[in-house]
């Protein structure tokens, strides 16, 4: 029997009891599904979006079928392996594992109850292949090959089931059920804990034209407000609307810059009323006029849990708006609330229903947006459930286990179409958790509860690449770390500059934390520009203006964000691909594709080592001399010095009127004597 099937623009196989489905799903991007339940189910959720219309060349023979659309070739072998090359070169991209005896088999579906299966699917290992992407994570690598990296959410990990392969491939494991990813050097392997279904998408080209077509199949960013793109000032926590306006205000009389202000947890009456505690904040309306007229945003925290006694629990429960359990006692995690002498067991209200998704946002419309708030910070929306048993968590959608990486997706929907029904253009919602396709509703995600230390600052390079890799470009994290960090310290204080210098960097600019000495477990100490000595404010000053100055430059990487794809923060690799020694720099990161952005990174650090990418001329930002790139240099570093540098003859956009910087210029060494520096135009700069 044949086991074939040509339907208009698709290529089915069948055999043992498996029907696979091969179709055309964007430019050079092919959708794959397969299934042991009889045909292909079109109605499950997911990040995809219908693709625009594109042709596939199929070819059906006796022992193999080909489908070609673009430069990706999908073929499929009479016993159904499928293999994709890269139809421009030839080259083989990605092939599953063939079964040897006992193996199971590439594709495998393992009976979990009713219909669903535990489901992997296996890819053969290619020699010196590296993974990028999958999210946010804090293992501190770059390149993920060797990793196994969880498919769930948590606290600091932000799942994202897509990578980038260097062989010239994107990936998305198009499944939201809870699972794994083993990068192994003897294969790759997806795992789906229990889903109805196997679906993937793989695309190929350059590292720019997969984030493109990534861009167009899980949906594109909208574009940055440039009031996003300046300093935003938080701390755990501003326990009033009265010490809240006075920061804003000694910003102001310091005439710093400053963007956004916001108002952290426990601002509440009870969790799930999604309203301010009127005790403390007595007139938010007028808070945020006086705000407005400071040039200031005022962005408020919304949790997505329901205290039981909230004056809402009653309605949200008999409608079926909360998540539920399979067994036991129906609450999801203890903590505090306002009010409540002890922990409170809450819930979590459930946006995979859309009756829950449309209640959140009336609620907070009428505490919040009616005051004229319109910037959110979307917390604990992995949801942080503990114990983290999903298979114990039934959503509308399905069981946990099946359905828990859509939590954050479908919860940022839920804000970006309740001010899209205002009316509303600008929507940022910063987030704890993300997963394909959330870059769509406006989410910026931030690195969650970190340590305040050296260690965890260079995490976050990485973890900052890999998301942006991931299709997230908007991206921050808690400048000075979350957990911990005396502003008195010497040791914190130097840690602060530094993170601040890579802050000015990241896609979004935010200082947070919960500082020593704490005001009790849900308040922190002084966490503002000047909170951490004169030495440490006189810098961070300037950093301030610096990334005032680079605000027109930024807008125009996160209008390209928009446009293509391409995140605003990468690294060296996505603009040098043809430097082979672009692909071992880790600590390194191009901030658009004209700036090199080179952090200290080490405590006490008096030297940076840094590599300039092969074909580019680069011109030191402070000092303005040009430098031949493939090289390597050793720079000398104070607390004042951060190393930038620019492709050389690129054109800035650059705000001309704010204050002169003061930053110290670096002190190059000297170059091979066979090279010498040459004075670069300033004016290019």
């Known amino acids: 029997m044949q086991p074939f099937t040509h339907q208009p623009n698709a290529l089915i196989w069948r055999g043992g009891h498996e029907t696979v489905r091969i179709e055309p799903w964007g430019a050079d991007s092919l959708r794959v599904r397969a299934t042991h339940a009889g045909e292909i189910r079109e109605d499950l959720p997911g990040a995809l979006l219908a693709p625009a219309p594109v042709e596939a060349e199929i070819t059906v023979g006796a022992e193999i079928a080909t489908l070609r659309v673009g430069r990706l070739r999908a073929d499929v072998t009479a016993d159904g392996q499928i293999s994709f090359t890269d139809a421009s070169t030839g080259a083989l991209l990605l092939a599953e594992q063939t079964p040897r005896f006992i193996r199971p088999p590439a594709r495998w579906?393992?009976?979990?109850?009713?219909?669903?299966?535990?489901?992997?699917?296996?890819?053969?290992?290619?020699?010196?292949?590296?993974?990028?992407?999958?999210?946010?994570?804090?293992?501190?690598?770059?390149?993920?090959?060797?990793?196994?990296?969880?498919?769930?959410?948590?606290?600091?990990?932000?799942?994202?089931?897509?990578?980038?392969?260097?062989?010239?491939?994107?990936?998305?494991?198009?499944?939201?059920?809870?699972?794994?990813?083993?990068?192994?050097?003897?294969?790759?392997?997806?795992?789906?804990?229990?889903?109805?279904?196997?679906?993937?998408?793989?695309?190929?080209?350059?590292?720019?034209?997969?984030?493109?077509?990534?861009?167009?199949?899980?949906?594109?960013?909208?574009?940055?407000?440039?009031?996003?793109?300046?300093?935003?000032?938080?701390?755990?926590?501003?326990?009033?609307?009265?010490?809240?306006?006075?920061?804003?205000?000694?910003?102001?009389?310091?005439?710093?810059?400053?963007?956004?202000i916001v108002a952290d947890f426990f601002h509440w009456t009870r969790m799930g009323e999604w309203r301010f505690d009127p005790a403390a904040w007595p007139d938010p309306a007028a808070m945020v006029a006086e705000l407005k007229a400071l040039g200031v945003k005022l962005m408020v925290s919304i949790w997505p849990t329901v205290n039981p006694a909230a004056e809402t629990y009653a309605e949200m429960e008999r409608r079926g708006l909360l998540v539920r359990v399979e067994r036991g006692q129906p609450f999801h995690m203890l903590f505090a609330d306002v009010g409540a002498s002890g922990p409170v067991p809450l819930r979590f209200y459930d946006p995979t229903h859309p009756e829950a998704r449309r209640f959140i946002w009336e609620r907070v419309r009428e505490g919040y947006y009616r005051h004229g708030i319109k910037v959110w910070w979307l917390d604990a929306c992995e949801p942080e459930v503990y114990p983290p048993d999903h298979e114990n968590l039934r959503y509308h959608l399905g069981n946990g286990l099946e359905v828990a990486g859509l939590y954050p997706l479908l919860h940022q929907q839920a804000f970006w179409e309740g001010m899209?029904?205002?009316?509303?253009?600008?929507?940022?919602?910063?987030?704890?958790?993300?997963?394909?396709?959330?870059?769509?509703?406006?989410?910026?995600?931030?690195?969650?509860?970190?340590?305040?230390?050296?260690?965890?600052?260079?995490?976050?390079?990485?973890?900052?690449?890999?998301i942006g890799l991931s299709g997230i470009p908007w991206w921050t994290t808690d400048i000075g770390g979350f957990h911990g960090g005396d502003p008195a310290d010497p040791a914190f204080r130097e840690l602060i500059v530094r993170w601040f210098q890579y802050g000015v960097f990241c896609p979004l600019f935010r200082l947070h934390g919960f500082r020593l000495p704490a005001q009790g477990w849900d308040a922190g100490g002084p966490n503002e520009a000047w909170s951490f000595g004169d030495e440490a404010y006189a810098i961070i000053r300037e950093l301030l203006f610096l990334r005032e100055r680079l605000k027109p430059y930024i807008g125009r990487q996160m209008a390209a964000a928009t446009e293509t794809g391409a995140p605003p923060m990468r690294p060296l690799f996505f603009d040098f691909p043809d430097d082979p020694a672009c692909y071992e720099v880790e600590d390194q990161f191009m901030f658009?594709?004209?700036?090199?952005?080179?952090?200290?990174?080490?405590?006490?650090?008096?030297?940076?080592?840094?590599?300039?990418?092969?074909?580019?001329?680069?011109?030191?930002?402070?000092?303005?001399?040009?430098?031949?790139?493939?090289?390597?240099?050793?720079i000398p570093v104070d607390l004042t010095t951060l190393p930038l540098w620019v492709r050389a003859g690129a054109t800035l956009p650059l705000a001309s009127d704010e204050p002169h910087l003061e930053m110290k210029p670096l002190d190059l060494p000297a170059t091979e004597p066979d090279v010498p520096h040459k004075e670069g135009d300033p004016s290019s700069i």
Not at 438 to 464: C, K, M, P
Not at 622 to 630: A, D, E, L, M, S
């Open 109 to 260: 579906f393992k009976p979990v109850s009713s219909d669903l299966y535990h489901i992997s699917a296996e890819f053969q290992p290619a020699e010196g292949e590296r993974f990028y992407g999958l999210g946010q994570h804090q293992h501190g690598l770059l390149d993920q090959k060797g990793c196994v990296v969880d498919l769930w959410h948590r606290n600091t990990e932000v799942s994202i089931p897509f990578l980038v392969s260097s062989r010239g491939y994107g990936f998305l494991w198009h499944n939201p059920a809870v699972g794994r990813v083993e990068l192994g050097r003897n294969g790759t392997r997806w795992v789906a804990e229990a889903s109805r279904q196997m679906d993937y998408w793989v695309t190929a080209g350059s590292y720019a034209e997969i984030m493109a077509h990534y861009a167009d199949a899980a949906g594109h960013a909208p574009v940055l407000p440039a009031w996003a793109a300046g300093f935003w000032q938080c701390k755990l926590r501003y326990r009033t609307q009265v010490e809240l306006l006075e920061v804003a205000r000694e910003y102001h009389r310091r005439g710093l810059p400053l963007d956004v």
């Open 420 to 466: 899209k029904t205002e009316g509303e253009t600008d929507v940022v919602t910063l987030c704890r958790s993300a997963w394909a396709g959330s870059q769509r509703y406006g989410a910026a995600v931030w690195s969650g509860d970190i340590l305040s230390t050296f260690e965890a600052l260079r995490a976050q390079v990485a973890a900052g690449l890999n």
């Open 592 to 634: 658009g594709p004209d700036i090199l952005v080179a952090p200290v990174l080490q405590q006490g650090a008096t030297g940076r080592s840094v590599y300039l990418p092969a074909g580019a001329e680069w011109t030191d930002f402070w000092t303005r001399q040009v430098v031949p790139g493939g090289r390597r240099l050793e």
